[in-house]
Every structure is written in structure tokens, then in C-alpha cells.
């Protein structure tokens, strides 16, 4: 698919073989990419496929590597931290960069507040800022507080701001994600106003319909490689999903090893309910590795993290080797043989601050007690095994753990869960942000895992992964299960249908498949 | 003597940089300890060494209950206050029971474990409010702060509370006494350190409020029953509060409204002087000991020279203070 160049109307916004690397990894390579004056302009792709890093190049928060900018036909710089506002190109985060305790006027007219003599003019501040929501046709009073108002109403006060700004390159990071249908028809008609203004805006989603219905153009992004950019009358949502995915599997991953078709259910999950998830069904198999797709904050995190006890469970039944389970806290789930191992590492799975040994007995340092007292000596044998089973590389035991690196924290973190010698094992992101070499060792313990008779579910943003290692794939959509895929079903392009909601299947005639 | 404070923030700078972290306070300990002797005679004599030690073991006892709360990321700024209301309710309790028990060692034990549970009870209510009620653990302790401040001053009508004399002879020698020639007060401050360090270097407990202070969120994930462990870590301080008060009552056999006044800074002090971080994550009893003994040894210095008035106390102790955590942060670097 080649570019379709229709209309001759310059660019107001444009990159010029730009690329971008950050240290020795490169993100972007010699990308091309233009806006015109009221157009809406689409960028897609996988997760890492470096859309965020090209719209802060476009904003001016990072600077390419190589290649250049042009704003209005002619060759620029953009300043850094967020300067380029002042020459009309405002970005609007996908998190929303609002203080919650100011009012609506305040976050309007914030860092260039208007004064009389020295002071704010609040009266004209307030007028003004009326005059804008006036126009937007959104009814927000300019003296409420943000944090009084919707997200959808948050995100119509960051338009504002763009707005009186003069912006005349809008940049929306996944404006919709956090909104409901008709909150996005709302910002959909807002979009329509500015482009019949002259405005142009860049548009991240990964919501193909949207973008079918808003873009008049459409940029791929693979892998940091532009793939296409092509006018979206030339599409349909299955060919975009086509050229998003369509590599080839390496072998990275290890054979699989199919599980007995009559294997046991070890983890039955049904009609569960919680912030994030809803009514979700699934079975687990023993020996099986049932991979869990689908875009971030779709909900993955959440299901795992309500069914061992981390997060709160409004309704829903679990059964472990078919006994009904009600897990509270945590340390019930572990006893019972089922470790969740969280994605955040820093944040969550490792003590930065600490050596090797605290950090591998944490999560069963009961194990290690005798007549009450830590034994150092057990503690170090389980350090040795480990460092042995999962080849953790450090200088020396007591170097603090935020020291190594990503693939050894990744690696002592699977030690420290299957200290717990856990049956069922959820992995959330086991190989994020780790080199390739350390995520094929990763995926050779979880297939001799699973060879072992322990089950596994491994919740990944990496497609390949989930379709390289799993028996079978949920697919998650908006906190609910859109689809669960199975032998030759399991493609890039079959679980981008259904994580993308082109495709949707009633669940329920799926799970016991 | 104003050499003191450049001594220590210069000397350790020369040390091994690996080894600062440890010897630091031990560092300071010894330099202090040669000025005494440089300064005056009398310094190293058994008199005036049992006499800043039995003084410091006060504030020594409630600073080993600091670290294990500082380490799991908390805070108790109460607890000059709960020293003053203990002490005012353990006299009241030891006097109240007079007619029913005699003048005996019964009443005086029976003083002792009201301390006991009065200092667990607060500390009870203070962990309750920070873990079940969600608030911070500055502004419970402020609270508390003033509660109990305003309770012995209540208690005591305005002025002061005392033992009656019959019994408080009985009880002097709990302070004035000792084994082998090393007064009680040492003794105690001695066991409960050394328990203190194991509890935290060999016990699980130990381990959890290090990794709760360090993150509490990955304390959570692998877990750790993180409101409880928080919460013991409170009851903990509050008994040994209900020590340190059992063995300074005898001293004076009075309690008043300005019992325990800035104890709560002096312990939180030695607690960082030895090196554990108040934001937590790290903390170690022994550091908290060398500490505690700093402080104490800097005001008996000030009294046993005559060139800078011991007036000044307050300010060495200050500088001491902000110099040890500038060194730590010099360390992390």
C-alpha cells in the first residue's frame, strides 16, 4: 500500500525522516509524517510500535536523532517542555495534565494568567474562559473544581485551554480510552468544530472504528518503521490490522507441548465482577499455558489481581481444582498454590533498595524460620538454588536489586514467586523491557513450567508472545472478554480483530471450548 | 569544642567510602569520647559514664521502639507526651493502691504493669488510627501529642503528681541500684537493645517493617499483612515507652506537665544519628544505641568544660542531627 497523495494542500506540520533513538535502542526509523490545516490525521499501532515517541518529537518534548521538522514550510526546531504551545501545537496527554485543586478558569489561563497592574484579572479570566465553552457548546461552570468534573469534562477543559490558545496542531494521546460512547460522539463533534476552523489534529487510538469514522488519513507505524500512510476511504479496520501486525515468528520460543484435551480444570473463574472487569468466565488447565491479550487497560491486570485476593471482587465464583475459593488477602491465594507476579516490577515485585536474599524470601520468609528466628543459612541455600534454576547474574548477593538489570530483576522476581511453589502461576508482562536473549530464557522456564504440570496464564502486551507460548488466548476488550482463540484461530491479526472490537464473540458459548 | 562538629562531618569523609555507612556513628562516638577525655579527667570515671549512661537509657529505650516505627515508614511523635501521662497514671495507680495492698513491692509491680499496658493501650490507639482509620501517622501522633500532654497536665491539676514517700523507697532502688555495680536502668536499656536487634536483623517482623518501609506496595504483593505489621510496630513503641517510664519514675517519684518534654525529638534523633532512614526501608538497633549515647554524651561534655555554656546544649545536638543525615544522603550518591 503506497501513500495517497490527493490534495496538494500544504502541510502545516510536518517530520522529515525522522529518527529517534534513545541510548543504543533505536525507536524510530526515518519516519515521514505531514498534517494539513483541518484534517484529522491518524497514528496506529502495537504497543511500541513508537507512536508516543513520535507525537513528543512532533510536540518538541524530545528531539529526533536525525531528521528534521517543518511548521508552516519552513525547517524548525521545537522547543523543549512544552514550549511549542506558544506556536500553536499543543499536545493533550492520555493521563490529562490538569491540577485537580484549580478551577476550570484557573487550568485555562495557567502560566499565562492575565493581570491589571500587577494583579489577576479574574473577572476576565472568567468571562474569557466562559467564552470559549461558550463555543465549544460544553456547559461547565469556569469556577468549578476539576476534580468535581467528569473525565470527559476534563478532557473538554483541556481542549479549551488548547483552544484559547490559538493551537492550531492539535495532538491527542488515545483521547478516548477513559470515555464512554457517547462522551466520544461529544468529542467527536468537538474534533469536527476545530478541523471546520482550520485546525488540524493528530489522533492516537487504537479503536479502529473511531478511526474509520474521524480520520481522513491514516499512519502505520511497525516497530518504529513507518509501514503506510494512506487516505482512510482506502481502508476497511481489517486491513489496518493488517498492516499493524504480519511479522513472521522466530524461533524465540520454545515447541509446545500440547496439554491432555481431557486435562483437569485447575482454576475455574466465573461471572467475575470488579473495578475494570466485568463478568468475566475463563478455565484453566493444568499443564496448560493459557495466554491473555489485549490492549493495555483492558482489564488483564485487574481480573488477576481480583482473583488472588489483591484487588476487591464485587461478584463472581473461583474454583481451585474445583473447590470453591474466596480469597481475601494475598498470603491465602499463595497458600493455596497460586502466585500472581506483577508486571511493576520497581513499583511493586522488587525491594529497589535491598539485596538478593530479602528480596527472594519475601513473599515466603515463613519458610525460613527456626524457633521463630530467621535462618540465614536456609535463606542462602534458597538463593543459591534459584540463582542456579533461573541464572540470575549479579556482581555479588547483597548489590542492591535496583542495580541489575532489567533481565536479572525479571528473573529473580520469577525466583521469589516460585519460592512459593505455586501450581498455578499468573505472569503479568514477564518480559517487559527486557533484552531478547533473557526473554527467550523466560520463555524456555514458562514452556518447562507448563511441561511440568503447572498451569500458567500469562497476560502480555506482546502479541508474539501471548501466540508463541499459549495453548489458548483470551482477548479482553474494555474490561470484558471479547473472544477466546484456539490452535490455527490464534494470529496477530484474529486477536487484533477482536481486541480492537471488530470482532466480538458472545463469550459465553466460547468458554467451555 | 566547636571542632566537634567539623571532626565528624570531615573525619568519616577519610574512612573507606564502603565502610561510612557503618562506622560513621561509630566514628562520632569515638571522637566524642576522646574529647571528653582530652577535656576532662573525670570523664572516663565510673561515676560520670554510669551517670550519662542511666540518663540516656530513657530516652535509649524509647528511640529502639523509634526504629522499628521509623523503619516501617511511620512516625510517633507522641511519645514524650505518653512517657508524661504513664508516669502520672502509674503514681496515681501505685498511690490509689496503697490502703488495699500495703506499702510493698506489690504496689510498685502492680505500678509497673499499669505502665506497661497504659503505654500498649496508646499505642494501640495510635496504630489503629493510622492503619484502620487511613491518617497520617505525623498528624495521629500530633494528635496524640496533645492529648496526653493535656491529660497529665489535667491529671496533675495544673501541677504536680508525687509518689507517696514510703513507697517511692521502696521503688528508688529500681533507678539507684544496679547488678555488679551497673545501675538497672543500663541493664534494661542493654536487653531490650540487644533484643531490639534481633527482633529486627533475625525475625520475620524485623524483615517485613524494613520492606514496608522500603515499599509498601511490594510489601502488599508479597504478602505481607502490611496493617498489622504497622500496627505492632506502634504497640511496640508504646510498651517500651511503658519501660522507659518504669525505670525513670523512681527517680524523682514525681510526675508533672513537663515530664517527657521534647523526648519525642531526642529519640527520633538518635534514631537517625545511627543511621536508619527516616523515610524507612533501613534501620538498625545498634546504630540507634550509638545514637542515643551521642546525645547524651554531648551535653555531659558541655558540663564538664568551662569555655562554651552548656546552654548551648540544644544547638550541638541540632547540628549533630542535620550533619548525620546529610551524610547519609552523601552516601547514596
Known amino acids: 500500500m503506497t501513500s495517497a497523495e490527493g490534495t496538494p494542500a500544504p502541510s502545516i506540520l510536518s517530520a522529515n525522516r525522522i529518527s529517534k533513538s534513545f541510548g543504543e535502542i533505536p525507536v524510530l526509523f526515518s519516519v515521514d509524517f505531514d498534517i494539513r490545516p483541518g484534517e484529522v490525521h491518524a497514528v496506529i499501532g502495537e504497543n511500541g510500535a513508537g507512536k508516543s515517541t513520535l507525537i513528543k518529537i512532533l510536540s518538541g518534548i524530545e528531539q529526533p536523532t536525525s531528521g528534521s521538522i517543518g511548521y508552516d514550510g519552513q525547517t524548525v526546531v521545537l522547543p523543549p517542555n512544552g514550549a511549542a504551545e506558544a506556536r500553536g501545537i499543543v499536545l493533550i ?69 488548547a483552544i484559547s490558545r490559538d493551537a492550531r496542531v492539535l495532538i491527542m494521546d488515545e483521547p478516548t480510552a477513559v470515555l464512554s460512547v457517547a462522551e466520544t460522539q461529544t468529542l467527536f463533534e468537538q474534533i469536527r468544530r476545530l478541523t471546520a476552523r482550520g485546525v488540524a489534529v493528530i489522533f492516537i487510538s487504537h479503536k479502529l472504528d473511531e478511526i ?66 466485568k463478568n468475566i468466565s475463563f478455565d484453566l488447565r493444568k499443564g496448560e499455558i493459557l495466554g491473555f491479550a489485549g490492549l493495555i487497560g483492558s482489564g488483564r491486570t485487574a481480573v488477576a489481581e481480583a482473583v488472588v485476593g ?43 533498595n535491598m539485596g538478593l536474599r530479602p528480596n527472594l524470601t519475601l513473599l515466603t520468609l515463613k519458610k525460613h524460620l527456626r524457633f521463630g528466628f530467621l535462618d540465614g543459612s536456609s535463606e542462602e541455600r534458597a538463593l543459591e538454588r534459584a540463582t542456579r534454576r533461573f541464572d540470575i547474574r549479579a556482581r555479588d548477593a547483597s548489590v542492591a536489586v535496583g542495580r541489575l538489570s532489567g533481565g536479572n530483576q525479571q528473573k529473580l522476581m520469577l525466583g521469589k514467586t516460585m519460592e512459593s511453589e505455586p501450581d498455578i502461576i499468573i505472569m503479568d508482562e514477564p518480559t517487559r523491557g527486557i533484552d531478547v536473549g533473557t526473554k527467550q530464557q523466560i520463555y524456555h522456564i514458562i514452556a518447562a513450567l507448563a511441561a511440568e504440570g503447572k498451569s500458567i496464564i500469562l497476560i502480555s502486551s506482546e502479541m508474539q508472545e501471548v501466540i508463541g507460548l499459549s495453548h489458548r488466548v483470551v482477548v479482553m476488550r474494555e474490561g470484558r472478554l471479547a473472544g477466546v482463540l484456539e490452535g490455527a484461530e490464534i494470529t496477530e491479526a484474529e486477536i487484533m480483530r477482536y481486541a480492537a472490537g471488530i470482532k466480538q464473540s458472545g463469550h459465553d458459548e466460547r468458554i467451555s471450548a | ?29 569515638a571522637l566524642l569520647v576522646l574529647l571528653g577525655i582530652s577535656l576532662n579527667e573525670n570523664f572516663l570515671s565510673y561515676n560520670n559514664l554510669t551517670n550519662v549512661l542511666a ?30 501521662v504513664i508516669a502520672g497514671v502509674m503514681i496515681m495507680v501505685m498511690n490509689w493502691l496503697i490502703p488495699s495492698l500495703g506499702i510493698g513491692w506489690s504496689v510498685v509491680i502492680a505500678g509497673m504493669l499499669s505502665g506497661i499496658l497504659l503505654g500498649g493501650v496508646a499505642g494501640v490507639f495510635n496504630g489503629l488510627m493510622i492503619t484502620r482509620g487511613r491518617i497520617e501517622a505525623f498528624i495521629v501522633t500530633l494528635g496524640t501529642m496533645g492529648i496526653f500532654r493535656s491529660l ?75 496493617d498489622n505489621v504497622r500496627l505492632l510496630t506502634y504497640i511496640l513503641q508504646g510498651v517500651l515507652v511503658g519501660v522507659a517510664v518504669l525505670l525513670y519514675v523512681p527517680r524523682l517519684g514525681s510526675a508533672s ?49 568551662s569555655l562554651i555554656s552548656p546552654y548551648l546544649n540544644g544547638a550541638f545536638q541540632g547540628v549533630i542531627i542535620i550533619l548525620a543525615v546529610l551524610l547519609q544522603r552523601g552516601r547514596r550518591t
Open chain 1, 93 to 161: 496527554h492520555q493521563e490529562l495534565n490538569l491540577a485537580e485543586d484549580l478551577t476550570v478558569s484557573q487550568s485555562i489561563f495557567l502560566g499565562r494568567e492575565i493581570k491589571r497592574f500587577g494583579f489577576l484579572d479574574l473577572r476576565e479570566m472568567r468571562k474569557r474562559a466562559h467564552a470559549v465553552m461558550e463555543m465549544l457548546h460544553v456547559h461547565v461552570d469556569p469556577d468549578a473544581r476539576i476534580n468535581t468534573l467528569s473525565v470527559a469534562d476534563k478532557q473538554m477543559v483541556e481542549i479549551a485551554k
Open chain 2, 1 to 29: 569544642m566547636s571542632a566537634s562538629a567539623p571532626d565528624i562531618s570531615v573525619k568519616p569523609k577519610r574512612a573507606f567510602r564502603l565502610d561510612l555507612k557503618t562506622v560513621g556513628p561509630l566514628l562520632a562516638l
Open chain 2, 257 to 305: 506537665s513537663t515530664t517527657g518534654v521534647l523526648w519525642e525529638l531526642e529519640a527520633i534523633a538518635g534514631v537517625i544519628i545511627g543511621g536508619t532512614t527516616l523515610k524507612g526501608g533501613y534501620g538498625r538497633i545498634w546504630g540507634t544505641v550509638v545514637g542515643v549515647v551521642i546525645l547524651g554524651l554531648i551535653g555531659n561534655i558541655l558540663n564538664l568544660q
Open chain 1, 310 to 352: 489483591l484487588g476487591h471482587r464485587s461478584s463472581g465464583d473461583i474454583t481451585l481444582d474445583g473447590k470453591p475459593v474466596n480469597f481475601a488477602r494475598v498470603a491465602q491465594s499463595v497458600d493455596a498454590g497460586l502466585a500472581y507476579m506483577t508486571k511493576d516490577r520497581k513499583g511493586k515485585g522488587l525491594l529497589l
Open chain 2, 152 to 226: 497529665v497536665t489535667f491529671l496533675a491539676n495544673g501541677g504536680t503528681l508525687s509518689l507517696n514517700f514510703s513507697v517511692a523507697d521502696v521503688y528508688r532502688p529500681v533507678y539507684y541500684d544496679g547488678l555488679l555495680g551497673v545501675p538497672y536502668p543500663i541493664i534494661v536499656f542493654a536487653l531490650v537493645a540487644i533484643g531490639g536487634e534481633i527482633t529486627m536483623r533475625y525475625t520475620a517482623f524485623g524483615r517485613y517493617c524494613a520492606a514496608i518501609g522500603s515499599n509498601e506496595q511490594v510489601a502488599r504483593y508479597s504478602s505481607i499483612n502490611v
Open chain 1, 212 to 277: 474509520m469514522e474521524l480520520a481522513d488519513r491514516v499512519t502505520v507505524l511497525r516497530d518504529g518503521q513507518l509501514i503506510a500512510t494512506v487516505g482512510t476511504e482506502a481502508l476497511t479496520p481489517d486491513s489496518i490490522a493488517q498492516m499493524m501486525v504480519g511479522r513472521e515468528l522466530s524461533n524465540l520460543y520454545p515447541p509446545k507441548h500440547e496439554p491432555d484435551v481431557d486435562a483437569p480444570v485447575v482454576l475455574g473463574v466465573r461471572n467475575l465482577v470488579a473495578a475494570g472487569v
Open chain 2, 55 to 84: 540518663r540516656s537509657s530513657f530516652i535509649g529505650i524509647i528511640a529502639i521502639g523509634a526504629t522499628f516505627v521509623i523503619t516501617a515508614g511511620g512516625l510517633d511523635l507522641s511519645v514524650g507526651s505518653m512517657a508524661a
